[in-house]
């Protein structure tokens, strides 16, 4: 049994989206304490000192920031799992992450988005990926002849109803339900014109005292428009999948990566929105449900191994892998290069390129003569 901390965003504790990994832990006998993060709302981060004489230390979007520079240095077993939104990749290539992503140099991260995969890969740290789906219902809600939307709006600046409008112009809906319920620190939404509210049928909400009515007036659409212009996950468009709802949404992750659109949803350029074909709905909508069933299954039965990426310690996934020479560590007290992969002049000239920048910056020169000589040796 391991005891581990769980450091999240705080907002989570609200929406409870990110309890179904302390449950997976839990359910195979874990201790999980939960550490929640103020930070972003000017309360208070999660100290180091609360949880270093932890197990295992799970960061969730949110971290907290060791005596040392690296995250190994300080403990031998710290998983970070990103989340895709918070690094708006959507709006294009913004800053260098190689900032950000040095403090976990030779520790691990755990991702549920492909992008972010390939990015914490390219950095070359451990990474485990998994898709994740929740629990679909027994049976789906009930078919309804027509056109029915919903859509919650939460981030004005981002998707506006004016986009979803833009989306919808050639056909008429015999209702729309439109949530007005934004993110926290975004701008207030803009309201549907008289015109747009007769011609769909549209129909507003600002709260409900209980989630199960807000959930009872989405099941009643068919067409499911997503909130927002990127995901970290997308419990939201998720369980919309789960109710067999045809999901439209932004060409962006992790949406585009879950919807393969005219199989089972609906996609669009949000930077330049045209007119959809919703006569197939219907269709789309069963196949979303079909794919969310057989990801749950897959989701279930990846879960040993998960949980066998989240005990092993860090330095056990790099060994053969990786050798990071930590910046500011003399070399003496860099990490020692494992028995069988020290034993070949390859990998030595790997670790060797490692700790000096000149090497590294001519890696397109020498790295195709290693290739070669490990094709040659059979490695």
Request: glycine fraction near 6%; charge should be neutral; charged fraction near 20%.
């Amino acid at each position: 049994m391991a005891r581990i901390a769980y450091i999240d965003h705080s907002f989570h504790r609200t929406t409870r989206s990110t309890e179904f990994l302390p449950e997976v832990l839990q359910r195979h006998g874990h201790v999980v304490e939960h550490f929640w993060d103020d930070a972003w709302q000017g309360g208070q981060p999660v100290a180091w000192s609360e949880v270093a004489a932890h197990d295992v230390v799970i960061m969730f979007q949110s971290f907290c920031r060791p005596n040392s520079p690296y995250f190994r240095q300080s403990h031998p077993n710290v998983i970070y799992i990103p989340m895709l939104d918070q690094f708006g990749l959507w709006q294009g290539p913004l800053y260098n992450l190689s900032a950000f992503w040095e403090p976990f140099q030779g520790s691990k991260v755990l991702n549920f988005s492909n992008a972010l995969q390939s990015m914490t890969t390219a950095f070359g740290i451990v990474s485990h990926f998994a898709r994740y789906y929740q629990p679909v219902t027994a049976s789906p809600p009930p078919a309804r002849d027509g056109l029915h939307g919903f859509f919650w709006l939460r981030r004005e600046l981002q998707l506006p109803w004016k986009t979803i409008r833009r989306l919808i112009e050639d056909v008429r809906f015999d209702s729309f339900h439109i949530h007005l319920a934004t993110d926290p620190g975004t701008a207030a939404p803009q309201l549907p014109s008289a015109e747009d509210i007769g011609r769909h049928r549209i129909t507003t909400s600002t709260w409900f005292e209980h989630k199960k009515d807000l959930h009872a007036l989405m099941e009643r659409a068919n067409v499911y428009f997503a909130p927002r212009a990127e995901e970290g996950i997308g419990q939201s468009f998720l369980e919309a999948m789960g109710r067999g709802q045809c999901v439209v949404a932004p060409n962006q992750g992790t949406m585009n990566e879950y919807i393969l659109p005219g199989f089972n949803g609906l996609l669009f350029d949000i930077l330049d929105p045209q007119p959809l074909d919703f006569s197939d709905v219907t269709r789309l909508g069963a196949r979303a449900r079909e794919s969310t069933i057989a990801g749950r299954a897959a989701w279930e039965r990846a879960e040993d191994e998960l949980v066998r990426f989240i005990l092993t310690p860090s330095e056990a996934l790099y060994v053969g892998r990786y050798q990071h020479a930590f910046k500011g560590m003399p070399s003496d007290a860099q990490p020692a290069v494992h028995p069988s992969a020290s034993a070949s002049w390859v990998a030595r000239l790997r670790a060797f390129s490692q700790r000096h920048a000149l090497f590294r910056s001519t890696r397109a020169i020498w790295h195709p003569v290693v290739r070669l000589a490990r094709q040659l040796l059979g490695r």
